[in-house]
């Protein structure tokens, strides 16, 4: 039987490590990009020698970062602007769509200019389901640094919260983002929207001299996730997440266990940063393709598979005791369906 | 009758302070009168920029002369995150730039000639205190004509260089940010006003 099990792509098992890449460029982007725009604003005043010797370091850091990909940096360098909530890249403008949901409520109106620049990412997330999340969102970035610090903390004996609440709360928490959105006429989710708070405060920090008050509720956020629940905003209270996972709902590119290849070890479930449960095929709309379980399985029996759908039940690992059992009880030659499981 | 005299005297100045704080705590929580700031130029009308304001930030990241900063909770909740400029610390420069790159049009694209600036920028109108303007008291002084941009559009001078604000005046602030008087004989006020 070992020999007809399909083995997975050896490249997807070390796709994890391709997406801490992702998550730790999109952060520097978001460093870099003020340093970028202080370093014009010192160009565009000509100030070299009145700079202070930290500003002049700041000035010939970024110069020599630059220096390879342009010759004009006071104009070209307009070229990569913003953040993960709406960013420039050349002429190219992309916005979070949960940016232009809260725009088009908050101001009653279609402005079609904006809502294209949410084309290419709800298109991505049609595609493959709630990605951003996984891959780019730089909230995820010091979120699951936390969780590994969670992981730490319990392990020198702390006792470390792992409550579990209804992971539909954030389809509430959306709803209600929408309607306050409506009663006060303005985008209310830049305010509690992590990825949105992080680039902003950001920002702040490096171009304006200090943090602002977003980072306190960012802190407050981290806290809750140590103390109270794992990821737990990320799992049961973002409002962006909870777009996502609606918009990904019929993704194509979605993981399977691979029941033949099994051995029921629940590695797979206990990595999920999102509290899925891939051992027992419970994958949902919020998976976000973050490939953890992939890369955690011990006997490689995750894999990528396209279809607008999850497969049903598997039922038991094929390795795993419990198969080998039912299937002694039942007998060696009869051709019963295990699929349905338990 | 001392002890009264003296609970007495404890509640009175406890009623005093408590009268006295409240005006203050009011000024903590955001209740009094808001700040004098400026939208970035080609921003749409108040309550429009508002709602239409993602918060992106984009605008203060192109502003080439750092003038744009960012409201936190100090002024209401609706401009929490919005741009906008204090004059008196860093003034527009009318790069246009702002506009370029905002993706909602909160701020408006307006090409970088005198035309369309007249036509579409209006962050305010600029206001002279002759009593404390310099070349009304006669010293000649003329800094903010020469600091603006629109000269003889927005702003002229006439004798002794008294500044005379005129129809063409945007509001980008770079009179008051160059005046030398303290407090600033040339301010401006902003539109949404």
């Not at chain 1, 996972?245 to 029941?259: D, N, Q, W």
């Not at chain 2, 009094?32 to 130029?41: E, K, V």
């Not at chain 2, 002024?75 to 790159?101: E, H, V």
């Amino acid at each position: 039987m070992n020999n007809t099990v399909h083995k997975p792509f050896f490249a997807w098992k070390h796709l994890n490590k391709l997406r801490w890449l992702s998550l730790a460029t999109v952060f520097a982007m978001l460093i870099l990009i003020p340093f970028l725009h202080v370093y014009q604003t010192f160009i565009a005043a000509h100030t070299y020698d009145l700079l202070s010797y930290s500003e002049k370091q700041i000035y010939d850091t970024m110069s020599a970062i630059t220096s390879p990909f342009v010759s004009d940096p006071e104009e070209q360098l307009d070229a990569l602007k913003g953040n993960t909530w709406s960013g420039t890249v050349g002429s190219l403008k992309l916005s979070d769509p949960l940016a232009v949901i809260g725009q088009i409520v908050g101001s009653r109106a279609f402005y079609w200019p904006f809502i294209l620049t949410a084309l290419i990412p709800v298109l991505f997330t049609v595609l493959l389901g709630r990605f951003f999340c996984g891959w780019i969102c730089p909230a995820t970035f010091l979120y699951e640094l936390n969780s590994n610090l969670a992981i730490l903390l319990r392990k020198s004996g702390l006792r470390i919260g792992n409550k579990r609440f209804d992971r539909r709360l954030k389809y509430l928490v959306l709803a209600i983002g929408l309607v306050v959105a409506v009663a006060t006429g303005s985008v209310v989710f830049a305010a509690i929207y992590p990825p949105a708070v992080i680039g902003r405060e950001i920002y702040y920090a490096i171009a304006l001299g200090g943090f602002g008050s977003g980072v306190v509720y960012f802190l407050l956020t981290l806290l809750f996730d140590l103390l109270v629940s794992r990821r737990g905003f990320c799992r049961y209270l973002c409002p962006g997440g909870a777009l996502y996972s609606l918009l990904g709902r019929f993704r194509l590119l979605r993981i399977k266990r691979i029941v033949e290849g099994c051995n029921d070890c629940a590695k797979c479930t206990a990595v999920c940063e999102f509290g899925l449960d891939p051992l027992h095929d419970q994958f949902g709309q919020e998976c976000n393709n973050c490939t953890a379980c992939i890369s955690v399985c011990p006997t490689d029996a995750m894999t990528f598979y396209i279809n607008p759908q999850d497969i049903a039940r598997q039922g038991p690992g094929h390795l795993g005791r419990k198969y080998k059992q039912q299937k002694h009880e039942q007998g060696p030659d009869t051709s019963v369906d295990l699929t349905d499981g338990k | 009758m001392k002890r009264r005299t003296f609970i007495q005297s404890l509640g009175v100045s406890a009623a005093a302070t408590g009268l006295g704080l409240s005006p203050s705590a009011g000024l903590a929580a955001g209740g009094s009168a808001p700040p004098r700031y400026l939208r970035p130029p080609g921003a749409l009308p108040e309550e429009e920029f508002e709602s239409r304001c993602i918060r992106c930030g984009q605008c203060g990241e192109v502003c080439p002369n750092h003038c744009i900063q960012f409201f936190g909770l100090e002024n209401d909740l609706a401009s929490y995150g919005t741009p906008y400029i204090i004059p008196r610390d860093q003034a527009c420069i009318l790069c246009m730039k702002c506009g370029d790159i905002c993706p909602t049009d909160a701020i408006e694209q307006v090409e970088r000639k005198m035309e369309p600036i007249l036509d579409k920028v209006s962050m305010g109108r600029a206001l002279v205190d002759k009593n404390l303007c310099l070349s009304y008291q006669g010293k000649t002084c003329g800094v903010c004509y020469r600091a603006c941009l629109l000269q003889d559009v927005a702003i002229r001078t006439g004798l002794l260089e008294q500044p005379e604000v005129l129809d063409g005046c945007v509001g980008c602030g770079l009179c008051e940010r160059s005046c030398i008087q303290l407090p600033q004989a040339i301010r401006i006020i902003p539109d949404y006003t």
